[in-house]
């Protein structure tokens, strides 16, 4: 893990460590990886300027959440935002069904929690329970979670919003890594709010 | 094979008009296009009577030469005002366009004209540059990301938003959708490589305009290609070819109609804006490089009399596999009106009916 300004850390929770990244000041974001394991990219340097952002190994073993929901507080994150990458929006979903009150809110990157084969069926009949402030990103040429998925979770939470990232495939952060920390910034920041756009367009004023 | 009426409105000017391009619209006259809009919908009528299928606008600026700025407008008119025809809107530039408000357009109009629409999405013709101020070097990019955007506005069922290159939207959620699920034909127009890659990939019908049949085939032909890498087959009713054709009593008389044609286009544009535009204007078919064409006069690949025409289109269907024809029967930037009709009438009565089962 070797993007510039991220320190290597970890933490320990009965006996299991688990290792992490961390840079950047301000509101804590977590980061759980997709398969392809922890891997900085451009995306988390651009997040830094706005967020302290911890990327953390995801802990193996079938409910990650609680050692997850330890390890957070056991750094003293109380409170903090969540990304889940991929195959990590399932722990990502179960850690803010979880703790509800400790998610601010939640950003699902290609989320593979619920997949057209009925994967996942558990986890979509809680989801109409949680009523976190959650963005849901598909990248229109996703070959691996088909990106009409997205609708899936826009339909069943309470406070779900879905966007698509043009010419990106399932790792968007990595395929346009500017356009994924944008919204995903302007999200955290305003949550449903983020839908009035404060773009401003006068030139030469 | 079907067939469609290229309607470009033949704005008649009072006086001689200046050759430049853009041409000063103090010189337009109100009366006169008044007067051809109102021809325009008396034209239609013939046609539609004629038995012709579609009827198909264009969108084009700053010049009489075809008087169809908003493409839009003028086909929810024609539909308010012919009950049977299909109106073919060929088509929205879409590198110049709010896509999502195309989206919504196009569903309010498939729906008013209860499902008569037939929609073509296009990067532009290259003078269009000018418009609205399009970089040439952004265009293609951009009417991918729109045409992408305005395909996903149809059919999204849930509020979505959109984080593109050239387009960025939090909320899009569209009213109405269009009254043809999951949305109206659509083709994506253009001779490109990506156009007919586009076209492929979400399985649209192609639209190849002007050339000679073998230049277009290149075209159509790698569109299949493409179809088949994508696991289908278009039919034949999804390969559109737009052309200039002159018809006449006989071949003489349309040989003497051509050699009559200008072989420049009726308003140019200054040397050095061609330039740029000839700079930054890349375009090609099927992967060729081509030149755009900015001042030059386009082609007129059906000519002779019906007899002749008839075996054209023949001919044209086996090389070009186009199965809709889209014709000016007239150089379409001509408001003289009486060759129109004549072409129109002898088409109609003497072509028409013996190119259908081609």
Same mark, same amino acid.
């Not at chain 2, 079907?2 to 430049?20: C, H, N, Q």
């Not at chain 2, 030469?65 to 073919?88: C, D, E, G, M, N």
């Not at chain 2, 061609?274 to 992967?287: E, F, K, P, Q, Y």
């Not at chain 2, 690949?301 to 289109?313: A, R």
């Given at each position: 893990?070797?993007?510039?300004?991220?320190?290597?850390?970890? +933490?320990?929770?009965?006996?299991?460590?688990?290792?992490?990244?961390?840079?950047?000041?301000?509101?804590?974001?977590?980061?759980?990886?997709?398969?392809?394991?922890?891997?900085?990219?451009?995306?988390?340097?651009?997040?830094?300027?706005?967020?302290?952002?911890?990327?953390?190994?995801?802990?193996?073993?079938?409910?990650?959440?609680?050692?997850?929901?330890?390890?957070?507080?056991?750094?003293?994150?109380?409170?903090?935002?969540?990304?889940?990458?991929?195959?990590?929006?399932?722990?990502?979903?179960?850690?803010?069904?979880?703790?509800?009150?400790?998610?601010?809110?939640?950003?699902?990157?290609?989320?593979?929690?619920?997949?057209?084969?009925?994967?996942?069926?558990?986890?979509?009949?809680?989801?109409?329970?949680?009523?976190?402030?959650?963005?849901?990103?598909?990248?229109?040429?996703?070959?691996?979670?088909?990106?009409?998925?997205?609708?899936?979770?826009?339909?069943?939470?309470?406070?779900?919003?879905?966007?698509? +990232?043009?010419?990106?495939?399932?790792?968007?952060?990595?395929?346009?890594?500017?356009?994924?920390?944008?919204?995903?910034?302007?999200?955290?920041?305003?949550?449903?709010?983020?839908?009035?756009?404060?773009?401003?367009?006068?030139?030469?004023? | 094979?079907?067939?469609?009426?290229?309607?470009?409105?033949?704005?008649?000017?009072?006086?001689?008009?200046?050759?430049?391009?853009?041409?000063?619209?103090?010189?337009?006259?109100?009366?006169?296009?008044?007067?051809?809009?109102?021809?325009?919908?008396?034209?239609?009528?013939?046609?539609?009577?004629?038995?012709?299928?579609?009827?198909?606008?264009?969108?084009?600026?700053?010049?009489?030469?075809?008087?169809?700025?908003?493409?839009?407008?003028?086909?929810?008119?024609?539909?308010?005002?012919?009950?049977?025809?299909?109106?073919?809107?060929?088509?929205?530039?879409?590198?110049?366009?709010?896509?999502?408000?195309?989206?919504?357009?196009?569903?309010?109009?498939?729906?008013?004209?209860?499902?008569?629409?037939?929609?073509?999405?296009?990067?532009?013709?290259?003078?269009?540059?000018?418009?609205?101020?399009?970089?040439?070097?952004?265009?293609?990019?951009?009417?991918?990301?729109?045409?992408?955007?305005?395909?996903?506005?149809?059919?999204?069922?849930?509020?979505?938003?959109?984080?593109?290159?050239?387009?960025?939207?939090?909320?899009?959620?569209?009213?109405?959708?269009?009254?043809?699920?999951?949305?109206?034909?659509?083709?994506? @127009?253009?001779?490109?490589?990506?156009?007919?890659?586009?076209?492929?990939?979400?399985?649209?019908?192609?639209?190849?305009?002007?050339?000679?049949?073998?230049?277009?085939?290149?075209?159509?032909?790698?569109?299949?290609?493409?179809?088949?890498?994508?696991?289908?087959?278009?039919?034949?009713?999804?390969?559109?070819?737009?052309?200039?054709?002159?018809?006449?009593?006989?071949?003489?008389?349309?040989?003497?109609? @051509?050699?009559?044609?200008?072989?420049?286009?009726?308003?140019?544009?200054?040397?050095?804006?061609?330039?740029?535009?000839?700079?930054?204007?890349?375009?090609?078919?099927?992967?060729?490089?081509?030149?755009?064409?900015?001042?030059?006069? @386009?082609?007129?690949?059906?000519?002779?009399?019906?007899?002749?025409?008839?075996?054209?289109?023949?001919?044209?269907?086996?090389?070009?596999?186009?199965?809709?024809?889209?014709?000016? @029967?007239?150089?379409?930037?001509?408001?003289?009106?009486?060759?129109?009709?004549?072409?129109?009438?002898?088409?109609?009565?003497?072509?028409?009916?013996?190119?259908?089962?081609?």
């Amino acid at each position: 893990v070797a993007t510039t300004g991220f320190r290597e850390g970890h +933490v320990e929770v009965g006996g299991v460590r688990i290792p992490y990244a961390d840079a950047g000041q301000g509101a804590p974001l977590v980061h759980l990886h997709g398969a392809g394991g922890l891997r900085l990219t451009r995306a988390h340097e651009l997040l830094t300027r706005q967020f302290r952002v911890l990327a953390f190994e995801l802990p193996e073993g079938p409910a990650p959440e609680h050692t997850l929901a330890l390890a957070l507080a056991t750094l003293g994150l109380d409170t903090f935002n969540l990304l889940g990458t991929s195959i990590a929006g399932a722990a990502a979903l179960a850690l803010a069904l979880q703790e509800p009150r400790r998610v601010r809110a939640l950003v699902l990157e290609s989320p593979a929690a619920i997949r057209p084969d009925g994967r996942g069926a558990d986890l979509e009949r809680r989801l109409a329970g949680l009523a976190t402030p959650t963005l849901v990103l598909f990248g229109t040429v996703d070959d691996v979670v088909p990106p009409a998925m997205g609708r899936v979770y826009k339909a069943l939470m309470a406070n779900c919003h879905l966007v698509f +990232v043009y010419a990106a495939g399932h790792a968007i952060a990595a395929d346009r890594p500017e356009a994924f920390a944008e919204v995903v910034a302007d999200f955290l920041e305003r949550h449903e709010a983020f839908v009035i756009s404060r773009a401003q367009t006068v030139i030469h004023p | 094979v079907k067939v469609s009426f290229f309607e470009t409105v033949r704005y008649r000017a009072p006086e001689a008009l200046p050759s430049e391009w853009p041409v000063p619209s103090g010189s337009y006259d109100p009366d006169a296009g008044a007067q051809a809009y109102r021809a325009m919908i008396e034209r239609l009528e013939y046609v539609e009577e004629l038995g012709f299928d579609w009827v198909s606008v264009s969108e084009h600026h700053y010049s009489p030469r075809i008087l169809t700025p908003s493409p839009i407008v003028s086909a929810a008119f024609i539909a308010a005002h012919l009950k049977r025809i299909t109106i073919a809107l060929l088509g929205p530039i879409v590198p110049h366009s709010n896509p999502v408000r195309v989206a919504e357009e196009l569903a309010m109009l498939d729906t008013m004209a209860q499902g008569r629409l037939v929609v073509g999405l296009l990067r532009g013709t290259a003078n269009e540059a000018m418009t609205y101020d399009l970089n040439p070097q952004e265009a293609r990019e951009r009417t991918d990301e729109g045409m992408e955007l305005i395909l996903r506005a149809w059919t999204e069922p849930q509020p979505f938003g959109w984080q593109g290159r050239h387009f960025q939207y939090r909320t899009i959620s569209i009213w109405p959708r269009p009254l043809q699920q999951p949305h109206p034909p659509t083709f994506a @127009l253009g001779t490109s490589r990506e156009s007919c890659e586009f076209a492929a990939r979400h399985h649209l019908g192609c639209g190849v305009s002007y050339g000679p049949f073998e230049v277009m085939a290149k075209a159509t032909r790698y569109y299949r290609e493409q179809c088949a890498r994508h696991g289908w087959q278009p039919s034949p009713e999804q390969i559109v070819y737009r052309a200039n054709m002159l018809v006449a009593e006989t071949d003489e008389d349309a040989q003497a109609l @051509l050699r009559a044609q200008p072989n420049q286009a009726p308003f140019t544009m200054r040397a050095g804006v061609r330039d740029a535009v000839m700079t930054l204007d890349s375009r090609n078919i099927a992967g060729e490089a081509r030149a755009p064409v900015v001042s030059g006069a @386009l082609p007129t690949t059906f000519v002779g009399s019906p007899d002749t025409v008839v075996e054209q289109v023949r001919r044209c269907r086996e090389v070009v596999g186009a199965g809709v024809l889209d014709l000016s @029967l007239h150089p379409p930037g001509s408001g003289d009106l009486d060759p129109l009709m004549r072409a129109l009438e002898l088409f109609g009565k003497k072509v028409l009916p013996r190119i259908r089962e081609i």
